[in-house]
T-cell receptor, first 114, second 111 residues
């Protein structure tokens, strides 16, 4: 059974801080790992990682995958109050041919105070 | 703008009643999905459909039913057989190798 574990489960920081969110996984036939941001309602896609060691970057957010150690990290630098959200990590299920059948981690609740 | 519309946003029902959650998409995506989200847990897959008139059970299908009569629509019925129906329900769609695109969810409370 595929498994995704995120840590920490919650994190409180102040604006300007840098945070690192962790995601470890156990999956048969790994294809990719995805990060989503959820602000109260619809999760929105952030990154898809397929290759080990290659950093994906978007503004202040970046993510990297380590396929040997089976984990990924999501970094957010110079945090802002708008970064407050639940960050979800997910992997496509074994045997699936699409990226829609996902196993999600519990999520990390990030709260950024002014 | 293309997107996924879930309705209603909030739904309250008495125990023992069936309830249907609506999900409509105008993204022309082939595949649609229903996930359930509970506090402290990740999203869990209920049902999914990759083409019209066909659907498969996900990890927690017991107590739920779906239909896919049109490409745009994938309604979810929460039946009285679902033991813990109170949750946040998310509908999503995808096409090809694209990541999931989610709707804004329906929060169902059963008392």
């Amino acid at each position: 059974e595929d498994k995704v574990v995120q840590s920490p489960l919650s994190l409180v920081v102040h604006e300007g801080d840098t945070v690192t969110l962790n995601c470890s996984y156990e999956v048969t036939n790994f294809r990719s790992l995805l990060w989503y941001k959820q602000e109260k309602k619809a999760p929105t896609f952030l990154f898809m990682l397929t290759s080990s060691g290659i950093e994906k970057k978007s503004g202040r957010l970046s993510s990297i995958l380590d396929k040997k150690e089976l984990f990924s990290i999501l970094n957010i630098t110079a945090t802002q109050t708008g970064d407050s959200a639940v960050y979800l990590c997910a992997v496509p299920n074994a045997g699936g041919t699409s990226y829609g059948k996902l196993t999600f981690g519990q999520g990390t609740i990030l709260t950024v105070h002014p | 703008d293309g997107g996924i519309t879930q309705s209603p946003k909030y739904l309250f029902r008495k125990e023992g009643q069936n309830v249907t959650l609506s999900c409509e998409q105008n993204l022309n995506h082939d595949a649609m999905y229903w996930y359930r989200q509970d506090p402290g847990q990740g999203l869990r897959l209920i049902y999914y459909s990759q083409i019209v008139n066909d659907f498969q059970k996900g990890d927690i299908a017991e107590g739920y039913s779906v239909s896919r009569e049109k490409k745009e629509s994938f309604p979810l019925t929460v039946t009285s057989a679902q033991k813990n129906p109170t949750a946040f329900y998310l509908c999503a769609s995808s096409t090809g190798g694209s990541p999931l695109h989610f709707g804004n969810g329906t929060r169902l409370t059963v008392t």
